[in-house]
């Protein structure tokens, strides 16, 4: 257990669905992430958001669109997912600041599969 | 840009010692970070280097050299719960933001 969860485990789509994928951070933290995994590829950062601001866009296409409500919840919107975004979406949390370092923790990952 | 090169695989054998090396190139380094993975399982944190020298954790050890861009992992006494992929990260600043860079991972396989 990080402190960070997720929900969906696990989630099938179709193409035309849309759908939503979860993050609660129970650490106190003031900057989330949202990361992809595919297999044998680097985890590839989504979206950055430091005290409920946007502060990155690692050049997402647009149907994945994040959503941080205040700084425990992230959200990822899915709609007209290709097969190829199939992959592990992590969300992670960490404190930011200048005398912090910035370890991330980690929550188990969404597993997407797009048909 | 960015690159962070780490080996694919790594094979050992249970109570052996293995060392996992990484290089990288990054204009705006600010420190270097090793996670576990299990297969199905999120990253977990190991260690933490931003200044040259080795870290000692226990049966886990990290080493980072600035001037070469280059760190190591090294495990001890491996164990076969040791077997998981190992990520290297750099924390980069040159975009505004600190933001983690990722490796490949290495898939380490203890064996008896």
């Known amino acids: 257990e990080t402190g960070v969860t997720q929900t969906p485990r696990h989630l099938v789509m179709g193409m035309t669905n849309k759908k939503s994928l979860k993050c609660e951070q129970h650490?106190?933290?003031?900057?989330m992430y949202w990361y992809k995994q595919s297999a044998k590829k680097p985890l590839e950062l989504m979206f950055v958001?430091?005290?409920?601001?946007?502060?990155e866009n690692n050049s997402v296409p647009s149907r994945f669109s994040p959503e941080c409500p205040n700084s425990s919840h992230l959200f990822l919107h899915l709609h007209t997912l290709q097969p190829e975004d199939s992959a592990l979406y992590l969300c992670?949390?960490?404190?930011?600041?200048?005398?912090?370092?910035?370890?991330?923790?980690f929550g188990p990952g969404t597993r997407l599969t797009v048909l | 840009g960015q690159n962070i090169d780490q080996p694919t695989e790594m094979t050992a054998t249970e109570g052996a010692i293995v060392q996992i090396n990484c290089t990288y190139q990054?204009?705006?380094?600010?420190?270097l970070f090793w996670y576990q993975q299990h297969a199905g399982e999120a990253p977990t944190f190991l260690s933490y280097?931003?200044?040259?020298g080795l870290e000692e954790k226990g049966r886990f050890s990290s080493f980072l050299s600035r001037s070469k861009g280059y760190s190591y992992l090294l495990l001890k006494e491996l164990q076969m719960k040791d077997s998981a992929s190992y990520l290297c990260?750099?924390?980069?600043?040159?975009?505004?933001?600190?933001?983690?860079?990722f490796g490949t991972g290495t898939r380490l396989l203890v064996s008896p």
């Open positions: 990054t204009s705006g380094f600010n420190g």
């Open positions: 990260a750099v924390r980069d600043r040159t975009e505004g933001f600190q933001k983690l860079v």
């Open positions: 992670a949390s960490s404190q930011s600041g200048v005398n912090s370092y910035n370890e991330q923790f």
């Open positions: 958001y430091s005290l409920e601001e946007r502060v």
């Open positions: 280097n931003v200044l040259d």
């Open positions: 650490l106190g933290h003031n900057a």
